[in-house]
Structure formats: C-alpha cells, structure tokens
C-alpha cells in the first residue's frame, strides 16, 4: 500500500488525538482527530451504535463527497473497512459506516472545538479532509489504517 494513516486517541475521547498519514514511509500530514461518538458518553461502549470509533485496523478508499455537508464536509471521504481489533469486532456485531471526514461545527463551546463527535467515524476539519483527499487520490488506490487508543474489552 502507497500509503497509511496512524491515528492515535486518548482514552477519555471527549480529547482530540492525532492523525499522522504517510506515504511510501514518511510523514506527509498530521492534523488533529476525533474519535468521540455521539451516544454512549461514558467512552466504553464501543461495539454500540454511534458509540466511539473501534481502534484496530482498516482499509481506506476514496469515497464521493456527501450532500449532507454539515454532517460530512463538502469533500471527498474516506471509507474505512474493519479487517481487525476492535474494529472487526463491533463490525460483527452490526457497526457499520465507518468514515474520515470533515463536518466543521458551529459551536465553540466544546472541549473538542473545531470538531464534533460523529457516530463512530474518525472526524477532522474540513481543511484538512481536503488536504487527505488530495492524498489519497496523489498517493492512489486502499491505504492501511490503524486507529489506537486505550479501549475496554467487550463484556
């Protein structure tokens, strides 16, 4: 793979953690993330709907831009699909829809201001939603991904 994305969260996910991507071994962006879902707000539940973001591995495509730009940005996204870890895991037990996107909010109130908690994808501003996608489309084709973090076993 041409290129791959490490991204490492805190354990209390109401924190922004960071996204390094590389390509052909070398750092070519870093930018700050969430991983924080939108239900589950005391962070254990990640196999839940909307919970946060499983760490473990992924495969990532270049995906269309959505129309609902307030939820996704207005550029292209990036398609993560589990292939292990947790992330396998809560995709056996029915998570799906695993994203990188933009989506820049409104309020600035929050401790994870200028992003939002998702419902379970991997959030970043929109500048920087755009810089990944001219990346990936530079760079080509499925990138590896791995998101770690601190994550409690599933009960």
């Keep these: 793979m041409a290129w791959s994305i490490e991204i490492n969260l805190p354990e209390n996910r109401?924190?922004?953690?960071?996204?390094k991507m590389y390509a052909n071994g070398s750092v070519i962006?870093?930018?700050?993330c969430l991983g924080r879902g939108s239900e589950c707000p005391?962070?254990?539940q990640w196999w839940a709907t909307n919970g946060d973001t499983p760490t473990g591995s992924y495969n990532g495509t270049l995906i269309a831009a959505d129309t609902?730009?307030?939820s996704y940005g207005p550029y292209k996204r990036?398609?993560?699909e589990p292939t292990g870890g947790h992330a396998l895991e809560a995709a056996q037990a029915g998570r799906y829809g695993f994203m990188i996107h933009g989506g820049d909010p409104a309020d600035t109130g929050t401790p994870w201001y200028?992003?939002?908690?998702?419902h379970g994808c991997i959030r970043v501003s929109n500048?920087?939603?755009k810089k990944l996608a001219e990346l990936v489309t530079a760079n080509g084709g499925t990138g590896y991904i791995?998101?770690?973090g601190t994550q409690k076993e599933r009960p």
């Design 14 to 19: 109401d924190n922004k953690g960071t996204l």
């Design 29 to 32: 962006h870093t930018c700050a």
């Design 42 to 44: 005391d962070h254990t």
């Design 68 to 70: 609902n730009v307030y």
């Design 78 to 80: 990036i398609n993560l």
């Design 114 to 118: 200028p992003l939002r908690p998702t």
């Design 127 to 129: 500048a920087d939603q």
């Design 146 to 148: 791995g998101i770690y």
